[in-house]
């Protein structure tokens, strides 16, 4: 099974801000990750595919880098609505794993 | 407007069955691989199974390998996850998703998720 480790776990943040997310392979998948937002009560949303293609109907302030082991998640001023949990996913063989996720808070 | 409507969860006790369905609306089901996927509580997303577009390919995640069935009728518009010897770790909410159509696998549209709770 491939493995995906995000980091960090939690991170407080500020309207505004630029925030960078990770999220490591165990091993190489080329470029097979996808990102999600997940607010409480809601399902997750898809913000990236095939780690830099922007879903369609998510604000440009998000964009998503790397290939191989490493994966960028990147938000440019951070918006009220953007506090969530962010979760990455390998799309490259099944068990498609997700992140353990990263908790953007104030 | 595509949409994505689970049925069939609850509490269930341990070794028991339950049979989850989703009803797609606003796309032609047929074409899409369609997936399942969990929350469990304190532990994040896990995938649990898929199924192609007419159903010839089915793949489980290991937990849930030899108890789960993923099945669909795409003239009824609806997906299928048969729950059976269930366990405690099986609680969660389960999703109902489909898979973008671009030659990678990714989520575009879920459904509102539906609970199941294994418990005595």
């Known amino acids: 099974d491939v493995q995906v480790t995000q980091s960090p776990s939690s991170l407080s943040a500020s309207v505004g801000d630029r925030l960078t997310i990770t999220c490591r392979a165990s091993r190489d998948i080329s470029m097979y990750l996808n990102w999600y937002q997940m607010k409480r009560g809601n399902a997750p949303k898809l913000l990236i595919f095939a780690a830099s293609n922007l879903q369609r109907g998510v604000p440009s302030r998000f964009s998503g880098s790397g290939s191989g082991t490493d994966f960028t998640l990147t938000i440019t001023s951070l918006q009220p609505e953007d506090f969530a949990t962010y979760y990455c996913q390998q799309s490259y063989i099944i068990p498609y794993n997700f992140g353990q996720g990263t908790k953007v808070d104030i | 407007d595509v949409q994505l409507v689970e049925s069939g969860g609850g509490l269930v006790q341990p070794g028991g069955s339950l049979r989850l369905s989703c009803v797609a609306s606003?796309?032609?089901?047929?074409?899409?691989?369609m997936h399942w996927v969990r929350q469990v509580p304190e532990k994040g997303l896990s995938w649990v199974s898929r199924?192609?577009?007419?159903?010839?390919?089915?793949d489980y995640a290991d937990s849930v390998k030899g108890r789960f069935i993923i099945s669909r009728d795409n003239a009824r518009n609806t997906l299928y996850l048969q729950m059976n010897t269930l366990r405690a770790e099986d609680t969660g909410i389960y999703y109902c998703v489909r898979d973008l159509l671009v030659g990678t696998t990714a989520y575009d549209y879920w459904g509102q998720g539906i609970v199941v709770t294994v418990s005595p």
């Open positions: 199924i192609y577009k007419d159903g010839t390919r089915l």
């Open positions: 606003g796309f032609d089901l047929g074409s899409y691989w």
